[in-house]
C-alpha cells in the first residue's frame, strides 16, 4: 500500500490501474523463485561490486558483501580483555541461506598469550568460530576463511568479532594498549542463498520487488508492452516513484523495456490488456481488487 502521506497516493485510481494490473500480471507470469538477482547498478565498482549477486543455472545465488558495504566505514577495533565490534546484516524474505562463509583479514597483538587469549566470531550471540592467536603468527596481516553454520542466520543478524585478550598470568590492566587486533572492514561475508516460492498476492507489496532487508541498491525495470501513452506514463513514473522512496539510502535505478523482459531479475510490467503484453510473458485474465482508498 502506498503511503497515505505519499503525494502520488491522491492521483485518480484510473492512472493507477495499468500499474496495479502489471505487478498481477509479472507475479503470475514470472515467479520469484524463477528469476536471478538484478544485475549491480552500473558506476558501482571495487568493493562495492562485492554485494552483487552472482546467480547460478539452478537459482542457487552467492551474495558477497564487504564489511565495509555493511556499514564499517573503517576497520573493526578490538580493545581490552573483551573488546566487541561487529556489522550487521540481513537475508530478504525470497531467500533461504543454504551456506555462509567468513573471509577475515585480521591482525593481533604481539603481547597476547596464546594459550589465554583468542578470537571469537558470533552470529547473533552465538559462537560461530573460535581464532588462536599463536606467537608465529602475531603482528602479520592474516587471512582466514571461516564456515559460518546457516542455521544460525536468521532474517535480521548481527554478526561480531570479540577478542578475548589477556597480557600476563599476574594482574593486569584491562584496558592495557597491549590488548589489541584489528579486523579489516575488506573482509567479505558470503552468503550462498537458494530461492523461495512467493505467493502471487498483491498483499505481499512492496516485495518481491523491494524488499527492506535487503541493503544493495534498488534496479527494478519498467517494461512497457508497446510505446507508451501518457497515462501509461504517468502509472510508471508513480510506481518508480513510490519504490524509489522506499529504496531511500541504498538508491534505485528504474531502466525501461520496450516489448521485452529483462535478461534476470524482477521487473514492472505496464500493460492494459493480454495483447499488450511482451514476448515470453504468459497473461491470465484476472479481475483486479480495488485499492483501499
Same mark, same amino acid.
Given at each position: 500500500?502506498?503511503?497515505?502521506?505519499?503525494?502520488?497516493?491522491?492521483?485518480?485510481?484510473?492512472?493507477?490501474?495499468?500499474?496495479?494490473?502489471?505487478?498481477?500480471?509479472? =507475479?503470475?507470469?514470472?515467479?520469484?523463485?524463477?528469476? &536471478? &538477482?538484478?544485475?549491480?547498478?552500473? #558506476?558501482l565498482a571495487g568493493a562495492e561490486m562485492l554485494a552483487?549477486?552472482?546467480?547460478?543455472?539452478?537459482?542457487?545465488?552467492?551474495?558477497?558483501?564487504?564489511?565495509? +558495504?555493511?556499514? &564499517?566505514?573503517? /576497520?573493526?577495533?578490538?580493545?581490552?580483555? +573483551? =573488546?566487541?565490534?561487529?556489522?550487521?546484516?540481513?537475508?530478504?524474505? +525470497? !531467500?533461504?541461506v543454504t551456506g555462509a562463509r567468513l573471509k577475515l583479514n585480521y591482525s593481533y597483538s604481539p603481547a597476547l598469550l596464546p594459550n589465554l587469549s583468542h578470537i571469537k566470531v558470533l552470529v547473533n550471540e552465538q559462537v560461530a568460530a573460535t581464532i588462536p592467536v599463536t606467537t608465529q603468527q602475531a603482528g602479520e596481516n592474516l587471512q582466514r576463511e571461516i564456515v559460518?553454520? /546457516?542455521?544460525?542466520?536468521? !532474517?535480521?543478524?548481527?554478526?561480531?568479532?570479540?577478542?578475548? #585478550?589477556?597480557?600476563?598470568? !599476574?594482574?593486569? +590492566? /584491562?584496558?592495557?594498549?597491549?590488548? $589489541?587486533?584489528n579486523v579489516g572492514n575488506d573482509s567479505v561475508l558470503e552468503l550462498t542463498v537458494a530461492p523461495v516460492a512467493q505467493t502471487n498476492d498483491l498483499a505481499l507489496l512492496p516485495q518481491p520487488f523491494f524488499d527492506r532487508r535487503d541493503v544493495r541498491p534498488l534496479e527494478l525495470p519498467m517494461v512497457f508492452g508497446a510505446v507508451p501513452n501518457t497515462g501509461t506514463l504517468q502509472a510508471?513514473?508513480?510506481?518508480?516513484?513510490?519504490? #524509489?522512496?522506499?529504496? #531511500?539510502?541504498?538508491?534505485?535505478?528504474?531502466?525501461?523495456?520496450?516489448? !521485452?523482459?529483462?535478461?534476470?531479475?524482477?521487473?514492472?510490467?505496464?500493460?492494459?490488456?493480454?495483447a499488450q503484453a511482451p514476448a515470453g510473458l504468459t497473461?491470465?485474465?484476472?479481475?483486479?481488487?480495488? $485499492?483501499? $482508498?
Open positions: 500500500m502506498i503511503p497515505k502521506r505519499h503525494p502520488t497516493a491522491r492521483l485518480p485510481r484510473k492512472r493507477m490501474l495499468p500499474a496495479m494490473l502489471a505487478l498481477v500480471l509479472t =507475479g503470475t507470469a514470472v515467479p520469484v523463485s524463477q528469476l &536471478a &538477482a538484478a544485475p549491480a547498478p552500473a #558506476g552483487a549477486a552472482q546467480p547460478t543455472e539452478s537459482g542457487v545465488r552467492v551474495h558477497r558483501t564487504s564489511f565495509k +558495504d555493511l556499514g &564499517a566505514l573503517f /576497520p573493526l577495533q578490538l580493545r581490552g580483555v +573483551d =573488546g566487541t565490534s561487529g556489522v550487521a546484516f540481513s537475508v530478504r524474505n +525470497d !531467500e533461504v559460518i553454520p /546457516p542455521r544460525l542466520i536468521t !532474517e535480521f543478524n548481527r554478526l561480531n568479532l570479540q577478542l578475548i #585478550g589477556h597480557y600476563t598470568m !599476574e594482574c593486569e +590492566d /584491562p584496558l592495557h594498549s597491549s590488548l $589489541w587486533a510508471a513514473g508513480t510506481m518508480s516513484s513510490w519504490f #524509489g522512496a522506499l529504496a #531511500g539510502f541504498r538508491g534505485a535505478r528504474f531502466p525501461s523495456l520496450v516489448g !521485452e523482459l529483462p535478461a534476470r531479475g524482477n521487473a514492472v510490467v505496464m500493460v492494459a490488456g493480454k497473461c491470465q485474465t484476472s479481475r483486479a481488487p480495488p $485499492w483501499p $482508498w
